[in-house]
């Protein structure tokens, strides 16, 4: 599956940004689909991920309260939408597939669960 992440920019504290991720090539509902982001110097930190059919959600602790993950497999996206963003949000948002739904895994090396990426999208955060 081909991933494409879009909707990042420059914002001020306080705002709110939506990110996308359009799929293609396969079945978009056999893959849950993860947020990760990564900040310059630091490991890429999972964000959120959402199950096959949207049902169930993850967030990592550090994240959940101001970010909602949600899909649309009618439309092959997955989106976040981002609140409150704060300066230290600032990253490269990546959105990333896999066949299995890894809840509970926030910890170093989730990424390696993931067997497709998208390329990136850099998010900045003012203060």
């Known amino acids: 599956v081909q991933l494409q992440a879009s909707g990042g920019g420059l914002v001020q504290a306080g705002g709110s940004l939506r990110l996308s991720c359009a799929a293609s090539?396969?079945?978009?509902?056999?893959?849950?689909v993860a947020w990760f982001r990564q900040a310059p110097g630091r490991e890429r930190a999972l964000v959120a991920v959402?199950?096959?059919?949207?049902?169930?959600?993850y967030y990592a602790p550090s994240m959940k309260g101001r970010f909602t993950i949600s899909r649309d497999n009618a439309k092959n996206t997955v989106s976040l939408q981002m609140n409150d963003l704060k300066p230290e949000d600032t990253a490269t948002y990546y959105c990333?597939?896999?066949?299995?739904?890894?809840?509970?895994?926030?910890?170093?090396?989730?990424?390696?669960?993931?067997?497709?990426w998208g390329q990136g999208t850099q998010v900045t955060v003012s203060s």
């Open positions: 990333a597939a896999s066949r299995g739904y890894h809840s509970g895994s926030s910890g170093p090396g989730v990424s390696s669960l993931y067997d497709y």
């Open positions: 090539g396969r079945t978009f509902s056999d893959y849950s």
């Open positions: 959402v199950s096959w059919s949207g049902g169930a959600t």
